[in-house]
């Protein structure tokens, strides 16, 4: 663990010269959290690059000196690489899209009405957030079995279309919150319907909005296994990428360059969106407080 | 969801809360708003919470005071056998060993990742301009690492023969780690599952406190400074009271989501070896899946909901004073 953060000084010493003498180990402690945030997304990468005879040597190559695409060759040729991840990207796509749309709608009606009950909606909505998944799996299993939904794409988007669904209305809301809604009575008293100035003025102040939440929702559903891994049984052709990555390591259990190159191509979307939306990443959730 | 049918405590009961907002501008649209169109934009979303959460939440209950084997999967017409199951469960010394293990999982996970993380946080906030940018990368970083490539990431680093960290250990004079068997150990497998979500957890929690952080003023800090406090008083003092909410939410947000150290539990040891990495719902899932004891699985589900709606009753007070126009 990160043990090397620092420590409190001790009380008493005279203040100046301990915040200069406290900047070296300030810097120490950073580069060693920097390190263990980063290593293990190193090392993957670079196994990934590395010749099969450098990866099981005893004596590992911190630095791969000569590098080859091979790994990725062999990921990407095996059996169903390409099926799965179009698998994985259809039932994504689908499951953002309905989130958004459906949350949308929600957070319009929280954000800019007034009703009975809203307060119990949004109630609601904070509990889902919150949902026990992990203990829902069986009776999800049971109750797809029984209408015949076990193995197929379209139901598991539905359950990653819940899952992404709260917090989808929950940032949204936050995000309407902040358009004043005078620009929409403007637009209405010009002669726009409610729909017609929810469309031309709102919706294109929400597209940073609407961004950042897809694409949170995408991440989750990207990532989502236990589902996608109890759900779809008996149609092999129907798994998702994080399914088939963990299966890949079975059957190739050895090919430690192989098995690497498959987490970093399973990786890289993930990677690049958290990396690309970083100041979105780093404010815009603390509002709705959800983990990607 | 026990929480659901309790009615919201108004919020204005919150005494001690931090700076009081004023009250809500009067909703100037009440009459514009009403109608039926609110309830008509909220219907997909109620619907798809009652057929995707709901249900299967009662639809749980109600097999967990079933006889639910394989026989009646297949069959159907389950018998009603009342609290038979959760007797069955509760007189098992098995399942209160896992309890006991997820209680010790969720308290070493939680403690560690909100030590860690308010560490981090309080070194992001001294470091430059430059210092912080790479840390709060590298946290971004591990944060967008999907949990099953960052699992396969850690079966490999702690791989006995050619792992890097057994070779760092080894190479640093700890020589017993040579070939060290990290997942044929019990306490060595749980250690190695705490540690991977400990390192995907820091960053929510590091980022979350270090944006809490900013809000603290600086002139109350450097009052104490004046008056000779330390850096550990100054945190004692001014910077914990000022963002004890904030702890709260992490902490609860920690606590539900230790539980889905399930795939990370799954992927790499399936609650093993033995039953030293076996949490609840590891344990349900293993119960239902495997020995086809639907009944006695799900159970296990329902106790985890109930257990984490005690959470979850502690999260919702805090949120009520967090979110004042709720």
């Known amino acids: ?292 | 969801m026990s929480v659901i049918g309790q009615r919201p405590r108004p919020a204005a009961k919150t005494g001690g809360a931090p700076p009081a907002r004023g009250d809500e501008p009067a909703p100037r649209r009440r009459a514009r708003g009403s109608g039926w169109w609110p309830y008509l934009l909220i219907a997909p979303t109620v619907l798809g919470t009652a057929a995707l959460l709901l249900v299967p939440l009662l639809r749980g209950l109600l097999i967990s005071v079933q006889d639910f084997k394989l026989r009646e999967l297949v069959n159907g017409d389950a018998k009603f056998v009342g609290l038979d199951n959760y007797g069955t469960l509760l007189g098992d010394p098995r399942f209160w060993e896992v309890v006991r293990r997820t209680f010790l999982f969720m308290a070493v996970n939680v403690v560690l990742i909100v030590g860690v993380g308010t560490l981090v946080a309080l070194l992001i906030e001294r470091l430059g301009r430059f210092g912080r940018t790479a840390v709060l990368s590298g946290l971004v970083l591990a944060w967008g690492m999907p949990v099953v490539a960052a699992t396969t990431v850690f079966q490999w680093m702690f791989h006995s023969e050619y792992g890097v960290v057994n070779w760092a250990l080894t190479s640093l004079g700890f020589d017993s780690f040579d070939r060290y068997a990290w997942f044929a150990n019990g306490t060595a497998a749980f250690a190695i599952v705490v540690f991977l979500v400990v390192w995907q957890s820091v960053p929510f929690a590091a980022i979350t406190l270090y944006a809490g952080l900013t809000t603290v003023p600086r002139e109350l800090h450097e009052a104490a400074r004046l008056d000779g406090a330390s850096a550990f008083q100054t945190f004692r003092t001014i910077t914990f009271p000022m963002l004890r909410p904030l702890f709260m939410l992490v902490i609860c947000l920690e606590v539900i989501w230790t539980f889905r150290a399930f795939v990370q539990i799954w992927v790499i040891t399936q609650g093993g070896p033995g039953d030293a990495t076996t949490i609840l719902p590891v344990y349900a899932v293993q119960t239902a899946l495997s020995a086809q004891r639907y009944d006695l699985g799900t159970a296990a589900s329902m106790i985890t909901v109930l257990l984490m709606s005690s959470v979850l009753v502690i999260y919702f007070r805090q949120l009520y004073r967090q979110e004042a126009e709720l």
């Open chain 1, 1 to 292: 663990m990160t043990t090397a953060l620092p420590r409190p000084a001790p009380a008493g010493a005279p203040v100046p010269p301990r915040r200069r003498r406290r900047r070296p180990l300030r810097s120490a402690a950073a580069v060693v959290v920097f390190v263990f945030c980063t290593f293990p997304v190193y090392w993957m990468f670079s196994t990934a690059l590395k010749p099969a005879g450098d990866i099981q040597t005893d004596e590992p190559k911190l630095v791969p000196f000569s590098w080859t695409f091979d790994h990725f060759r062999t990921a990407m040729a095996a059996d169903g690489f390409w099926l799965f991840w179009r698998n994985s990207l259809l039932l994504t796509v689908g499951a953002v899209l309905l989130a958004l749309v459906v949350a949308l709608a929600a957070a319009f009606a929280v954000a800019r009405m007034r009703w009975r009950g809203r307060r119990q909606f949004l109630l609601m909505v904070f509990a889902a957030q919150m949902a026990p998944w992990e203990s829902l799996i069986i009776p999800i299993y049971i109750m797809y079995r029984d209408t015949d939904l076990l193995d197929r794409l379209p139901a598991l988007t539905l359950v990653y279309f819940m899952i992404t669904l709260p917090f989808t209305i929950v940032v949204l809301r936050n995000f309407l919150a902040t358009v004043p809604p005078e620009l929409e009575e403007a637009a209405q008293v010009d002669g726009c319907t409610r729909l017609g100035a929810f469309r031309r003025v709102i919706f294109p102040l929400l597209a940073p909005g609407l961004m950042a939440t897809s694409l949170f929702g995408f991440i989750t559903a990207w990532n989502e296994f236990a589902y996608a891994n109890f759900l779809i049984i008996n149609n092999q052709d129907a798994r998702t990428l994080p399914v088939w990555l963990t299966s890949f390591q079975n059957t190739f259990g050895t090919d430690w360059g192989a098995t690497m190159a498959a987490s970093t191509l399973f990786a890289i979307p993930a990677l690049l969106i958290f990396l690309l939306l970083q100041r979105q990443v780093t404010s815009g959730f603390a509002s709705g407080a959800v983990k990607g």
